[in-house]
């Protein structure tokens, strides 16, 4: 009998659920694929006509995580009103909130991507793409409203931040933080100062004189310990307190003044999955939800 689309894809997270299972009880390596089949109650051969190895259902795995957190974030109410930066911390968020159930899991893959690299990124991940894409249709939008400056890079920057989330996930398996308050703090900072940048028309500078060096660098920067966060302070308030050098839209120009230029939009407080659309702007910056650390098994 000829199995339809839909029961190919419950067999398939079948699949990963019972081999993300195995392999927090027992490891990568001690965790084979005809135990996977078992475990998903399907035959031994079977398993193959889905994944070829135990690296792809790792694969399949991360790419079902990004393509859930993109959907999370896309349909948070109000999500079309947020700003450039609120839009950007969603969806960090939501990737995070989607892996914190299997965190022992995730730090299992990591040590697999370090130890072989070439097996791990021998297959493109679709969800990549599609985080490309979203994040390019994010700095459309920021740059249709007049948020941030015109934008020459949006598909390089939808690159970046698949690096940059990848170093988050980094940070934030080794985060021992309260409630990983460390994490909170990184993604804020670190996303304002891009936003901040962005205004100004600071990256397109930047990149114009070498923005790879950023993407080398992503890895390094994101361990504990390397003053990451003192600098992401730094360059914050050095930003903050910079002129824009950006003009009035056409349209305003005539009764704009230096004093009606646009200053820096606060972010408004992020919350897991229900968040809310931004309202007023407050006087001071909203303190981030945090987030819930798994209990140890």
């Not at 419950?10 to 996977?36: H, P, Y």
């Not at 022992?104 to 070439?118: H, M």
């Amino acid at each position: 009998m000829k199995t339809t689309r839909q029961q190919q894809d419950a067999t398939r997270r079948q699949i990963v659920a019972s081999a993300v299972d195995l392999m927090t009880r027992q490891g990568f390596d001690g965790t084979t694929m005809k135990d996977i089949a078992r475990a998903a109650g399907i035959g031994d051969a079977t398993i193959y006509k889905y994944f070829p190895t135990k690296d792809r259902i790792v694969l399949g795995y991360l790419d079902d995580v990004a393509h859930q957190a993109l959907a999370d974030t896309l349909q948070t109410p109000g999500f079309a009103g947020y700003g450039l930066q609120e839009k950007l911390q969603r969806l960090t968020d939501a990737v995070l909130e989607r892996l914190l159930a299997d965190r022992e899991f995730v730090a299992q893959v990591r040590g697999l991507a370090r130890r072989s690299p070439l097996s791990m990124l021998a297959e493109p991940l679709a969800a990549r793409q599609s985080l490309r894409d979203a994040v390019a249709s994010f700095l459309e939008a920021a740059e249709a409203s007049g948020e941030i400056e015109p934008c020459d890079f949006k598909g390089l920057a939808g690159s970046l931040y698949t690096d940059y989330l990848a170093g988050v996930v980094s940070y934030w398996l080794a985060d021992t933080s309260d409630e990983f308050a460390d994490t909170t703090q990184l993604v804020d900072l670190s996303l304002g100062v891009l936003v901040q940048a962005l205004r100004g028309g600071l990256v397109n500078r930047v990149l114009q004189l070498g923005g790879f060096v950023l993407r080398s660098q992503m890895a390094r920067m994101v361990q504990h310990g390397s003053g990451l966060m003192g600098m992401l302070h730094m360059a914050q308030q050095a930003m903050a307190s910079a002129p824009t050098a950006r003009a009035p839209a056409p349209m305003a120009a005539a009764a704009a003044s230096p004093a009606t230029t646009p200053s820096q939009a606060p972010r408004a407080p992020r919350k897991p999955r229900a968040a809310t659309p931004p309202t007023e702007a407050p006087a001071a910056q909203p303190k981030a939800t945090p987030r819930k650390k798994k209990s140890a098994p």
